[in-house]
Structure formats: C-alpha cells, structure tokens
C-alpha cells in the first residue's frame, strides 16, 4: 500500500536514538548501542552501552572534557582565550594566566564533552548498520524506527508541513537527494534492501 501523504511532528533525531544499531567491529554483526542517562554532574546528555549478542564484545565508552574561557583580562583588559586539552578531570573552575599582564583569574569554564569508545586499547568509530551509498551520498538510519520513517517520508507523494511549527522539523534537515522525487524508487529500493540485512 503507498503511502499518499506524509505529516511529521518529529523536530529531533534525539527521538529515535533510544537504541542506535551499528556494526560491531570484532564480528561485523548488528550490534546495538544503548542510550543511559548521563550520571557526571558537570555536563547533561547520555551516555551510550554497546551490547552485541553474537560475539559479546566489550567496548567502553569514555568521556573527556575540554574546558575553554574566553574573557577580557579585568587588570589590563587583554582578551584571554583559552582551551585545555582532553581530560577526564572534571572541574568547576579554570585558571588561567593574562599573556599581557601575566594575572591568574579563576573563571567557570565552558565544558565541551568529547566522547569516545575504547576496543582492544584503541579508539573506535561505529558505522551505522542501516548505511549505504546511493549516488555518491551517504544514506543512513539510525535504527529500524528512523528507517521506516525515513521510507514514509519518500513514499509520499505529498508532503505536508506540521500546524503547530516551531523552527525546523526533522525534514527540514534531511539532505536534498533524499527529498528529490526522481530518486524516490533507487531510494525505495536502497531501504528494501536494507531491511532485509
């Protein structure tokens, strides 16, 4: 049954990313990583558990922290901008030192999150089970749920926007091969096969 018109209420890819499916990199089977609230006090977001059935591999994540302050020096006026290196300390405040006047000011930092997965001692990136090159462009989904919305959309011979906007949806953000109706069939294909992997 073809799908006539399409309406999306989904603004963030957030809302698929309970589970996201990737390919493990000790077996190259479907393994899944889980999405745990983030238990640091410094800094929100999750965090993520790999668990893969066939070959029950360990992979831990890691988080590391960069902690940057940009401000005018109070003494001297100098702009101060720093940036620390990764991190696993977490801090609440920063010293730095004025390059002018030489002054130590303790500021509360920026924190940026740097997360990484740790296989055998060394650093890894997964790639997303449901992931393909169609055209020279990369297709992806981050799980069955995002693939099958991702198949509706395209389907969709009418494609409307949501009543109740507010900013950019999840469609909005989609790249434009995806939206282009001349590669609705090799796109509809691509996912049916995808499906059956």
């Given amino acids: 049954m073809e799908a006539k018109r399409f309406r999306s209420t989904i603004k963030w890819l957030d809302f698929f990313e309970e589970i996201i499916d990737v390919e493990c ?3 190259q089977s479907k393994a899944q990583l889980h999405r745990q609230p983030n238990t640091y006090k410094c800094c929100y977001g999750y965090t993520f558990k790999f668990q893969c059935n066939h070959c029950h591999s360990e992979i831990k994540e890691v988080e590391k922290y960069i902690y940057t302050v940009k401000r005018h020096c109070p003494y001297c006026a100098e702009v101060i901008d720093y940036r620390s290196m990764q991190t696993k300390k977490i801090k609440k405040e920063q010293e730095v030192c004025c390059k002018s006047c030489e002054a130590r000011i303790t500021y ?9 997965f740790i296989w055998k001692g060394n650093n890894i990136e997964f790639t997303f089970w449901y992931s393909q090159t169609y055209q020279g462009n990369r297709f992806w989904a981050v799980n069955e749920e995002h693939l099958a919305y ?3 959309f395209i389907r969709a011979k009418l494609r409307l926007r949501s009543k109740y906007r507010s900013g950019m949806m999840l469609v909005d953000k989609l790249p434009s091969f995806i939206k282009d109706k001349n590669n609705r069939d090799g796109l509809l294909k691509l996912i049916s096969k995808l499906k059956e992997k």
């Fill in 150 to 152: 991702l198949e509706d």
């Fill in 25 to 27: 990199p000790n077996c």
């Fill in 108 to 116: 509360t930092p920026k924190v940026e999150t740097v997360r990484e």
